[in-house]
């Protein structure tokens, strides 16, 4: 397949907001590793469906009805096609966060005893660490933490060191959110796979920048959310293996995931809706399905090459500054970019950089055990995505010079 330039000015006419201005300066959207903006075409998607189409899925006999459960099912084949998953091993949920727990209560619940072990990384996403403290305190397994090599990459001969007979899963970031370095996924699957474990990624910074396909990597199980990849709040996804869905319990009870109720007990529906107890968030799904056409009609790989380069060219540009300090390596990476810049506070650029319409996240960005790590409270983090140009990338950098007068130099 030949790989199509962005035409990053026309795409950013798909984007509203990106018009608007921040204290009276033009927005430079540079936090989206945090949540992307939504082309206006997945803003209509939602709207048009509750404006013509909206009524209670997978239940009622009347036309309003099987409208809705055809976009809502139409929209799972649009996003389990995108991760190379097949449709009835996708379910829909509010996003990474529950995908994970969904995880780790069924089939952690359901597979692991005092003494197993839970392998993860230290560059892990809160989100794909608590619930797996929660579930080592309900059932006494235990939680181990491959390191990091010096450069801020996932050191494999410790992960390798620390795969064991016990191992039950490892589960671990494709993408860091921090250090913006991609994993070698598909290694740690087989590696995995090799120690008797199964292995989940958490896809909440690759989906939406890089080509995934669930079964090259050979994963059991992949979780992400629609914010970060031009679709709304509220809806993402688990894939899994559908071997390991049709074994595992139900995670919540009621309508919509049973096969029959009596008093004294319940058969559960198929995978996936067996994991979609209740009414779905049905136009967030809709959206979710208008998001990924979206992509995939500009193509990942010509979305990913654009966000290389635009990378490339910022960290050539903030390396020259005195004072620029990069976490994470410098290849094998994404557009998050997380940085110090002198002594100046990662709270206080974010302020200076707002005041100029310049939005990026300054914090810990719910890696606090991997701050712990890098010694440092918080980072500065500026993400880019499709619509980001290298124009917003010199703003950036204006800013942080400005940042540096305003406090006078560093100390
Ligand atoms: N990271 C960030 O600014 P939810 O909130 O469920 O959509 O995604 C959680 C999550 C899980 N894993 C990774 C690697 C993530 O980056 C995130 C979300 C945002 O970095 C918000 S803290």
């Known amino acids: 397949m030949t790989r199509k330039a962005l035409d990053v000015e026309r795409i950013r006419n798909d984007f509203p907001i990106l018009n608007r201005q921040v204290h009276g300066q033009p927005l430079v959207y540079l936090d989206n590793a945090a949540s992307s903006q939504k082309p206006a075409a997945v803003v209509a998607a939602v709207s048009g469906y509750f404006l013509n189409s909206h009524a209670n899925v997978h239940r009622g006999a ?46 952690g619940g359901a597979n692991l005893a005092e003494g197993d072990e839970i392998l993860l990384t230290l560059m892990e ?8 403290q929660l579930l080592a305190a309900r059932t006494g397994a235990k939680l181990k933490f491959a390191g990091l090599t010096a450069d801020g990459r996932l050191d494999l001969d410790d992960l390798t060191a620390k795969l064991g007979s016990r191992t039950r899963i490892v589960a671990l970031t494709h993408v860091s959110n921090t250090l913006g370095v991609v994993n070698p996924v598909a290694e740690v699957a087989r590696l995995a796979h090799e120690a008797g474990a199964i292995c989940l990624v958490d896809g909440a910074q690759s989906a939406p920048h890089l080509e995934v396909d669930v079964v090259e990597i050979g994963c059991d199980f992949y979780a992400f ?21 049709e074994a595992m319990p139900p995670w919540q009870g009621g309508g919509e995931m049973i096969s029959e109720v009596r008093l004294d007990g319940s058969t559960w529906a198929a995978v996936p809706h067996k994991f979609e107890a ?21 193509g990942l790989e010509s979305i990913h090459a654009h966000e290389i380069e635009l990378t490339e060219y910022a960290l050539d540009r903030l390396t020259e ?9 410098r290849t094998d990476r994404v557009g998050v970019i997380s940085f110090r810049y002198g002594d100046i506070h990662a709270h206080d650029l974010a ?60 100390a």
């Open 278 to 298: 209740g009414t779905p968030s049905v136009g967030d799904a809709v959206g979710l399905g208008a998001a990924v056409r979206y992509l995939s009609n500009l």
């Open 351 to 410: 302020t200076i950089l707002d005041a100029r319409g310049v939005a990026i996240r300054a914090g810990h960005h719910c890696n606090q055990p991997l701050m712990h790590h890098l010694g440092v409270d918080a980072t500065a983090r500026a993400s880019v995505y499709l619509y980001n140009t290298h124009a917003e990338i010199d703003a950036l950098v204006d800013g942080l010079l400005a940042a540096k007068t305003l406090f006078g130099g560093f």
């Open 62 to 107: 009347h036309l309003l009805s099987v409208e809705a459960t055809d976009a809502y099912e139409s929209a799972r084949a649009v996003v389990a096609d995108f991760i190379g998953g097949r449709t009835r091993e996708l379910v829909f949920t509010r996003g990474t966060t529950e995908s994970i727990n969904l995880v780790a209560n069924s089939w």
């Open 125 to 132: 996403h809160h989100s794909n660490l608590v619930p797996w």
């Open 321 to 329: 500054l005195d004072g620029f300090d990069l976490f994470g390596p």
């Open 225 to 245: 959310s629609g914010h970060k990849m031009c679709g709304p709040t509220g809806i993402g996804a688990l894939w899994g293996r559908k071997e390991l869905l």
